[in-house]
């Protein structure tokens, strides 16, 4: 998938816009949050759970826009396993406490009235460390993208359950800030996600493009199933977030299910962590360019 999140850096449409953007890889939302809040970063691209988390204890942390609106993820597992009753007892990999792939898992859980300590959890790194992990038995389960489910038939592996049928109301990446950065630099915050409004809506309708940034930039092969896969499912579920929504009714659900797996406290104000006035300007200064 990273050919549609990069497309903005890969083709250029943040120096379109008057903006220099450096990409820093790391696949660990937990880590990015970190960085952000350190100020070692000035935006990340990441799952926004662990912001309304980081928020419930103080942080300043702001959601300014969405850029993937449905989860493609699943929890995967050998199939000998039928159904989710038949994890209890059994270990799911995740990444790290706190970020998404465990508030799925809780989530699923939840959904199939399973209760969260009936089962174990692995911190395992990224998808694809995950998904080796199961391959290898290190764990009886994972959370892990759909992009897998072409090559997983051969390993003897399959989705048990899919974000989209467990919890459909969940959001998967958004673009974060502070509020400090965004009050110093609104100008720019405006301008990045112009950039990335530009880059979504090519790579939402050039797929040869998408497909040919995703084989370079994640060094996969031409004859590799998986990007391909990937794309035809968001276009099918419209998941691409064209214009970087921040949208409400996802927001009040993910409020409510941190609460309900224990995840915050009590419900947040949402207004103080959703900010959408650098989202506003950046719809003028695209449609100014058009």
Same mark, same amino acid.
């Given at each position: ?25 790391i696949k660990d939302d937990e880590i990015l949050l970190k960085a952000l809040i350190a100020r070692d970063l ?76 009936? @089962? ?6 990224? &998808? =694809? ?6 391959? !290898? /038995?290190? *764990? ?53 996600l112009a950039g990335e409004m530009l880059g979504l809506r090519y790579a939402a309708t050039h797929k040869d ?51 309900? @797996? ?6 947040? &104000? =949402? ?6 006035? !650098? /989202?506003? *300007? ?7 360019m058009h």
């Amino acid at each position: 998938d990273s050919g549609i999140l990069l497309m903005a850096a890969e083709h250029g449409f943040f120096k379109q816009v008057g903006l220099n953007v450096e990409i820093v890889p790391i696949k660990d939302d937990e880590i990015l949050l970190k960085a952000l809040i350190a100020r070692d970063l000035d935006s990340f691209e990441g799952e926004p759970g662990s912001a309304l988390i980081a928020d419930s204890h103080g942080a300043d942390v702001r959601v300014i826009g969405c850029t993937w609106l449905v989860v493609p993820h699943g929890i995967f597992v050998h199939d000998n396993i039928t159904s989710m009753e038949q994890l209890r007892g059994k270990t799911i990999a995740i990444s790290s406490p706190g970020a998404f792939p465990e508030i799925f898992a809780k989530g699923a859980l939840d959904r199939f009235h399973i209760p969260e300590n009936a @089962v174990k959890y692995a911190s395992l790194g990224g &998808d =694809l460390d995950r998904y080796r992990a199961l391959v !290898a /038995r290190v *764990a009886d389960a994972a959370v892990v993208s759909g992009e897998y489910v072409p090559i997983a038939a051969k390993e003897h592996i399959k989705m048990l359950v899919s974000a989209e049928e467990a919890l459909p109301l969940f959001v998967r990446m958004c673009l974060h800030s502070t509020g400090k950065t965004l009050a110093e630099r609104p100008q720019d915050a405006a301008k990045f996600l112009a950039g990335e409004m530009l880059g979504l809506r090519y790579a939402a309708t050039h797929k040869d493009e998408a497909m040919k940034a995703t084989q370079k930039l994640a060094s996969i092969k031409p004859d590799d199933p998986r990007p391909s896969y990937i794309y035809d499912l968001v276009s099918r579920q419209h998941a691409i977030g064209t214009d970087v929504p921040i949208p409400m009714d996802k927001f009040n659900w993910l409020n409510e299910e941190l609460v309900k @797996v224990g995840s915050i406290p009590k419900l947040l &104000d =949402l207004s103080k962590v959703l900010d959408s006035r !650098a /989202r506003e *300007a950046a719809l003028k200064i695209v449609a100014q360019m058009h």
